[in-house]
């Protein structure tokens, strides 16, 4: 028999027990849509004892949306966005932020998913020239997508550079929460507080079903963001339900702990890993992803019993995520597993 649980995605978990039980407990009775409910309000009353009363926050089902949305509210048609080359937004939405902003995005190849101020000089040029389209934004991803995680210094000289050039710093957070402990920071602390503009703020990785949201430090670009959720259709008519699921995942700071348990499933998988000759590590593990250059004629033979993706077909290059639900049996199993089918 296959084993229940992979290492292919955060994603391709299921949901946590408290949320699910938060979306049952949300089932009672009739409430109000589109948001005007009591279990949005309390929601965003907990994201604002965690990121400060002044923000704007706004409900969205999925990550995709969350940054499309979120860039569209910093920018025209004419500006670009800069991002890492292995950015979400860049390499598997796609499309949809160009198609959403109508900008150009400029990527920059990292050696480890980070954007680093000098890359973003690199490629800052053509301002004020009409033929050139205008930077606007920096786009940073955090975990990125390379399991590595910004320290808050990189984090703020991208934001001081971007302040600097009118431009804006936007978050991918759909692993904020494993970024947050990796670095022992609190929420704000990982984000806020290190200059970030616009945060696209994400739980379904962390647990939930689907819950995601945008949120703003700086209301002067929320303005309008009431229309813009519509029209990019993500106003949810029965909100309430992904509303229940962030009261949840800040119940007991469940976030933390689901985010701190994947990541000690990924630190328990690399050490594990690391016994095997013949398997690299590639990126260091600071969140909840491994990636490992294996044999290339052990990759079918894994994923037959355990689905996982590659992540760089010509360096042979595959990513495992561990997830809160991860077990260090699951890992130790796989791990062994993987042993046994690259000496074959
Ligand atoms: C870095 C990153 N950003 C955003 C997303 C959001 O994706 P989705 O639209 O599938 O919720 C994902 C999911 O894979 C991701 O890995």
Redesign the pocket.
């Known amino acids: 028999m296959k084993p229940t649980r992979s290492f292919a995605?955060d994603?391709k978990a299921g949901i946590h027990p408290k949320i699910l039980e938060a979306i049952a407990a949300a089932n009672q009775g009739h409430v109000v849509g589109y948001g005007d409910d009591p279990y949005t309000e309390s929601a965003v009353e907990k994201f604002k004892r965690h990121f400060g009363a002044d923000i704007e926050v706004f409900i969205a089902?999925?990550?995709?949306?969350?940054?499309c949305l979120g860039l569209k509210a910093l920018t025209e048609t004419y500006h670009a966005v800069i991002c890492a080359e292995a950015?979400?937004?860049y390499t598997?939405?796609c499309g949809a932020p160009e198609k959403f902003t109508g900008c150009k995005l400029i990527p920059i190849p990292t050696p480890d998913g980070k954007l680093t101020v000098e890359s973003v000089r690199h490629v800052y040029h053509g301002i004020g020239d009409q033929h050139h389209v205008q930077p606007r934004v920096v786009s940073i991803?955090q975990s990125?997508?390379m399991g590595t995680v910004y320290k808050p210094k990189e984090i703020r000289d991208l934001a001081r550079f971007a302040h600097e050039r009118s431009m804006f710093l936007h978050m991918?957070g759909?692993?904020i929460a494993n970024a947050a402990v990796s670095l022992g920071l609190t929420l704000r602390e990982a984000t806020r507080d290190l200059g970030v503009d616009v945060l696209?703020f994400?739980g379904?990785?962390n647990g939930a079903m689907?819950a995601?949201a945008v949120i703003f430090f700086d209301r002067r670009f929320s303005r309008d963001f009431l229309y813009v959720r519509k029209q990019g259709m993500q106003l949810a008519s029965k909100m309430r339900f992904i509303s229940a699921q962030f009261e949840a995942l800040f119940a007991d700071d469940l976030w933390r702990k689901n985010a701190e348990h994947s990541n000690q499933m990924a630190a328990l998988l690399e050490k594990e890993i690391r016994k095997i000759p013949d398997v690299k590590i590639v990126y260091p593990v600071e969140a909840n992803g491994v990636f490992a250059q294996i044999p290339r004629q052990a990759i079918a033979k894994l994923q037959k019993r355990y689905f996982f993706y590659v992540w760089n077909e010509e360096q042979s290059v595959v990513r495992w995520m561990c997830s809160f639900d991860t077990t260090a049996e699951d890992v130790k199993e796989f791990a062994r597993f993987v042993a046994e089918t690259v000496r074959e």
């Open positions: 995605s994603n089902f999925n990550g995709t949306a969350a940054n950015a979400h937004v598997d939405e991803t990125t997508e991918d759909a692993r696209s994400g379904t990785k689907g995601e």
